[in-house]
């Protein structure tokens, strides 16, 4: 049997959301019995953040690669728990002795099988204002919109401020469920990828007429199937 290495923490909440589901999904798919084999390494968030707030990149990636390091002698493949940190996923994965499995690439697979051609894409503003989601969807034929400035700035406030605490508020759900359908009609987004692995925590089974990519979830079948494969 294969063992996957999770890079976690980031945040903790998530975490413990991909453990479950990863557990779940597994035992759907093998019935016949155990359970799957996860060596999981849970980094520090806030020390995360710090760097990024920092403009410390490269510093960032020093730490992830660190982190996996630690998973690399008792897992066959490894995957990071997380959104934002694929900022620096290319990199990871050049200076890794196992493949990464990318949450980024897993979506564009997902939009794909769906047929979307025009998303909207919410997360950190570290994931919003960056270029690693737009390029890999752009390579697949589909366009990425962002939410405005001032919606990027409240989403982010409340990742940061509220979801990596473990707070998962009524009107922030509210919210962003309206930034979500204000895209629709003005942007015309068929979907919206929830790019931040705490956004499928507050807006799980709550989007009504939009359809959510809830990176979570597609992200933990690509795990499960590599540990089957």
């Not at 980024?104 to 769906?114: G, S």
């Amino acid at each position: 049997m294969k063992t996957a290495g999770m890079i976690g923490g980031l945040g903790p909440e998530s975490t413990i959301d991909y453990y479950r589901s990863i557990v779940a999904r597994y035992r759907a798919r093998k019935p016949d019995g155990g359970f799957p084999h996860i060596v999981i390494n849970s980094l520090d968030v806030d020390k995360g953040l710090a760097m990024l707030d920092a403009g410390l990149v490269d510093d960032f990636a020093d730490y992830l690669a660190s982190g996996i390091e630690a998973v690399v002698r008792g897992a066959d493949f490894g995957f990071i728990a997380a959104n934002t940190p694929h900022l620096v996923f290319d990199e990871l994965q050049r200076r890794a002795d196992i493949p990464l499995l990318s949450i980024v690439r897993a979506a564009v697979d997902q939009a794909k099988a769906l047929g979307l051609k025009k998303l909207g894409l919410f997360g950190t503003g570290f994931t919003m204002r960056a270029s690693f989601y737009p390029k890999e969807f752009e390579r697949a034929g589909i366009a990425l919109v962002t939410p405005t400035e001032s919606e990027q700035d409240f989403i982010h406030k409340k990742y940061i401020g509220e979801l990596l605490k473990n707070q998962f508020l009524p009107h922030t759900r509210e919210e962003i469920l309206l930034i979500a359908h204000r895209m629709k009609a003005e942007d015309g987004v068929e979907a919206a990828v929830l790019a931040g692995t705490e956004l499928p925590l507050l807006l799980r089974d709550s989007g009504g007429d939009i359809e959510f990519l809830d990176t979570t979830v597609i992200h933990v079948e690509a795990v499960v199937d590599e540990l089957l494969r």
